[in-house]
T-cell receptor
Framework: KQEVTQIPAALSVPEGENLVLNCSFTDSAIYNLQWFRQDPGKGLTSLLLIQSSQREQTSGRLNASLDKSSGRSTLYIAASQPGDSATYLCAVIYSGAGSYQLTFGKGTKLSVIP | DTAVSQTPKYLVTQMGNDKSIKCEQNLGHDTMYWYKQDSKKFLKIMFSYNNKELIINETVPNRFSPKSPDKAHLNLHINSLELGDSAVYFC????????????????FGPGTRLTVL
């Protein structure tokens, strides 16, 4: 059974710092991995999608990497801003029990202090 | 224009009642999903429909029944509501079910907060 773990559960940094969020998964036979952000009381916003054949994706100040063999992904945020404060979720899609499965981590709550 | 919309945004009801949550996507996607986010903020997939056909049905009580009248809509009906059903329910869609394909990101609705009293 696929398990997704995100470390740390919460992170507080001063504005302007670069930071890394970690995601690990137990079954490396994934199709793709997606990073989301969730603002309090709001829905999810897709940030980056990395296919299993890719090693990284970039969007603005965000860079996500994927190492399937080690079961890890990182989300790098450059020059953090107070507007980046949110919960960041990692999700993996894989094949299991004859159908597609999707599993989320529990998220990392990021606070960027002005 | 809202890509994935859900109604209502908030739903407060008594135990034992039957309620529905509606979801619509205007992205022209083939696949739609329902997720449940519990009080610990953990997201778990409930159902997935591709072109009105049920694809994923996780271990969910049969009091929950998805209905897809067309591929742009996936409504969630819940019968005999229980206290433990209180959660935030998210609808999502993706272009197709080819999960190994390029760009098949999932787009989420704003969520429906269900409170069962």
């Amino acid at each position: 059974k696929q398990e997704v773990t995100q470390i740390p559960a919460a992170l507080s940094v001063p504005e302007g710092e670069n930071l890394v969020l970690n995601c690990s998964f137990t079954d490396s036979a994934i199709y793709n991995l997606q990073w989301f952000r969730q603002d309090p009381g709001k829905g999810l916003t897709s940030l980056l999608l990395i296919q299993s054949s890719q090693r990284e994706q970039t969007s603005g100040r965000l860079n996500a990497s994927l190492d399937k063999s080690s079961g890890r992904s990182t989300l790098y945020i450059a020059a953090s801003q107070p507007g980046d404060s949110a919960t960041y979720l990692c999700a993996v899609i894989y094949s299991g029990a004859g159908s597609y499965q999707l599993t989320f981590g529990k998220g990392t709550k990021l606070s960027v202090i002005p | 224009d809202t890509a994935v919309s859900q109604t209502p945004k908030y739903l407060v009801t008594q135990m034992g009642n039957d309620k529905s949550i509606k979801c619509e996507q205007n992205l022209g996607h083939d696949t739609m999903y329902w997720y449940k986010q519990d009080s610990k903020k953990f997201l778990k997939i409930m159902f997935s429909y591709n072109n009105k056909e049920l694809i994923i049905n996780e271990t969910v009580p049969n009091r929950f029944s998805p209905k897809s009248p067309d591929k742009a809509h996936l409504n969630l009906h819940i019968n005999s509501l229980e206290l433990g059903d209180s959660a935030v329910y998210f609808c999502a869609s993706s272009q197709y079910l080819g999960l190994a394909g390029a760009g098949n990101e999932q787009f989420f609705g704003p969520g429906t907060r269900l409170t069962v009293l």
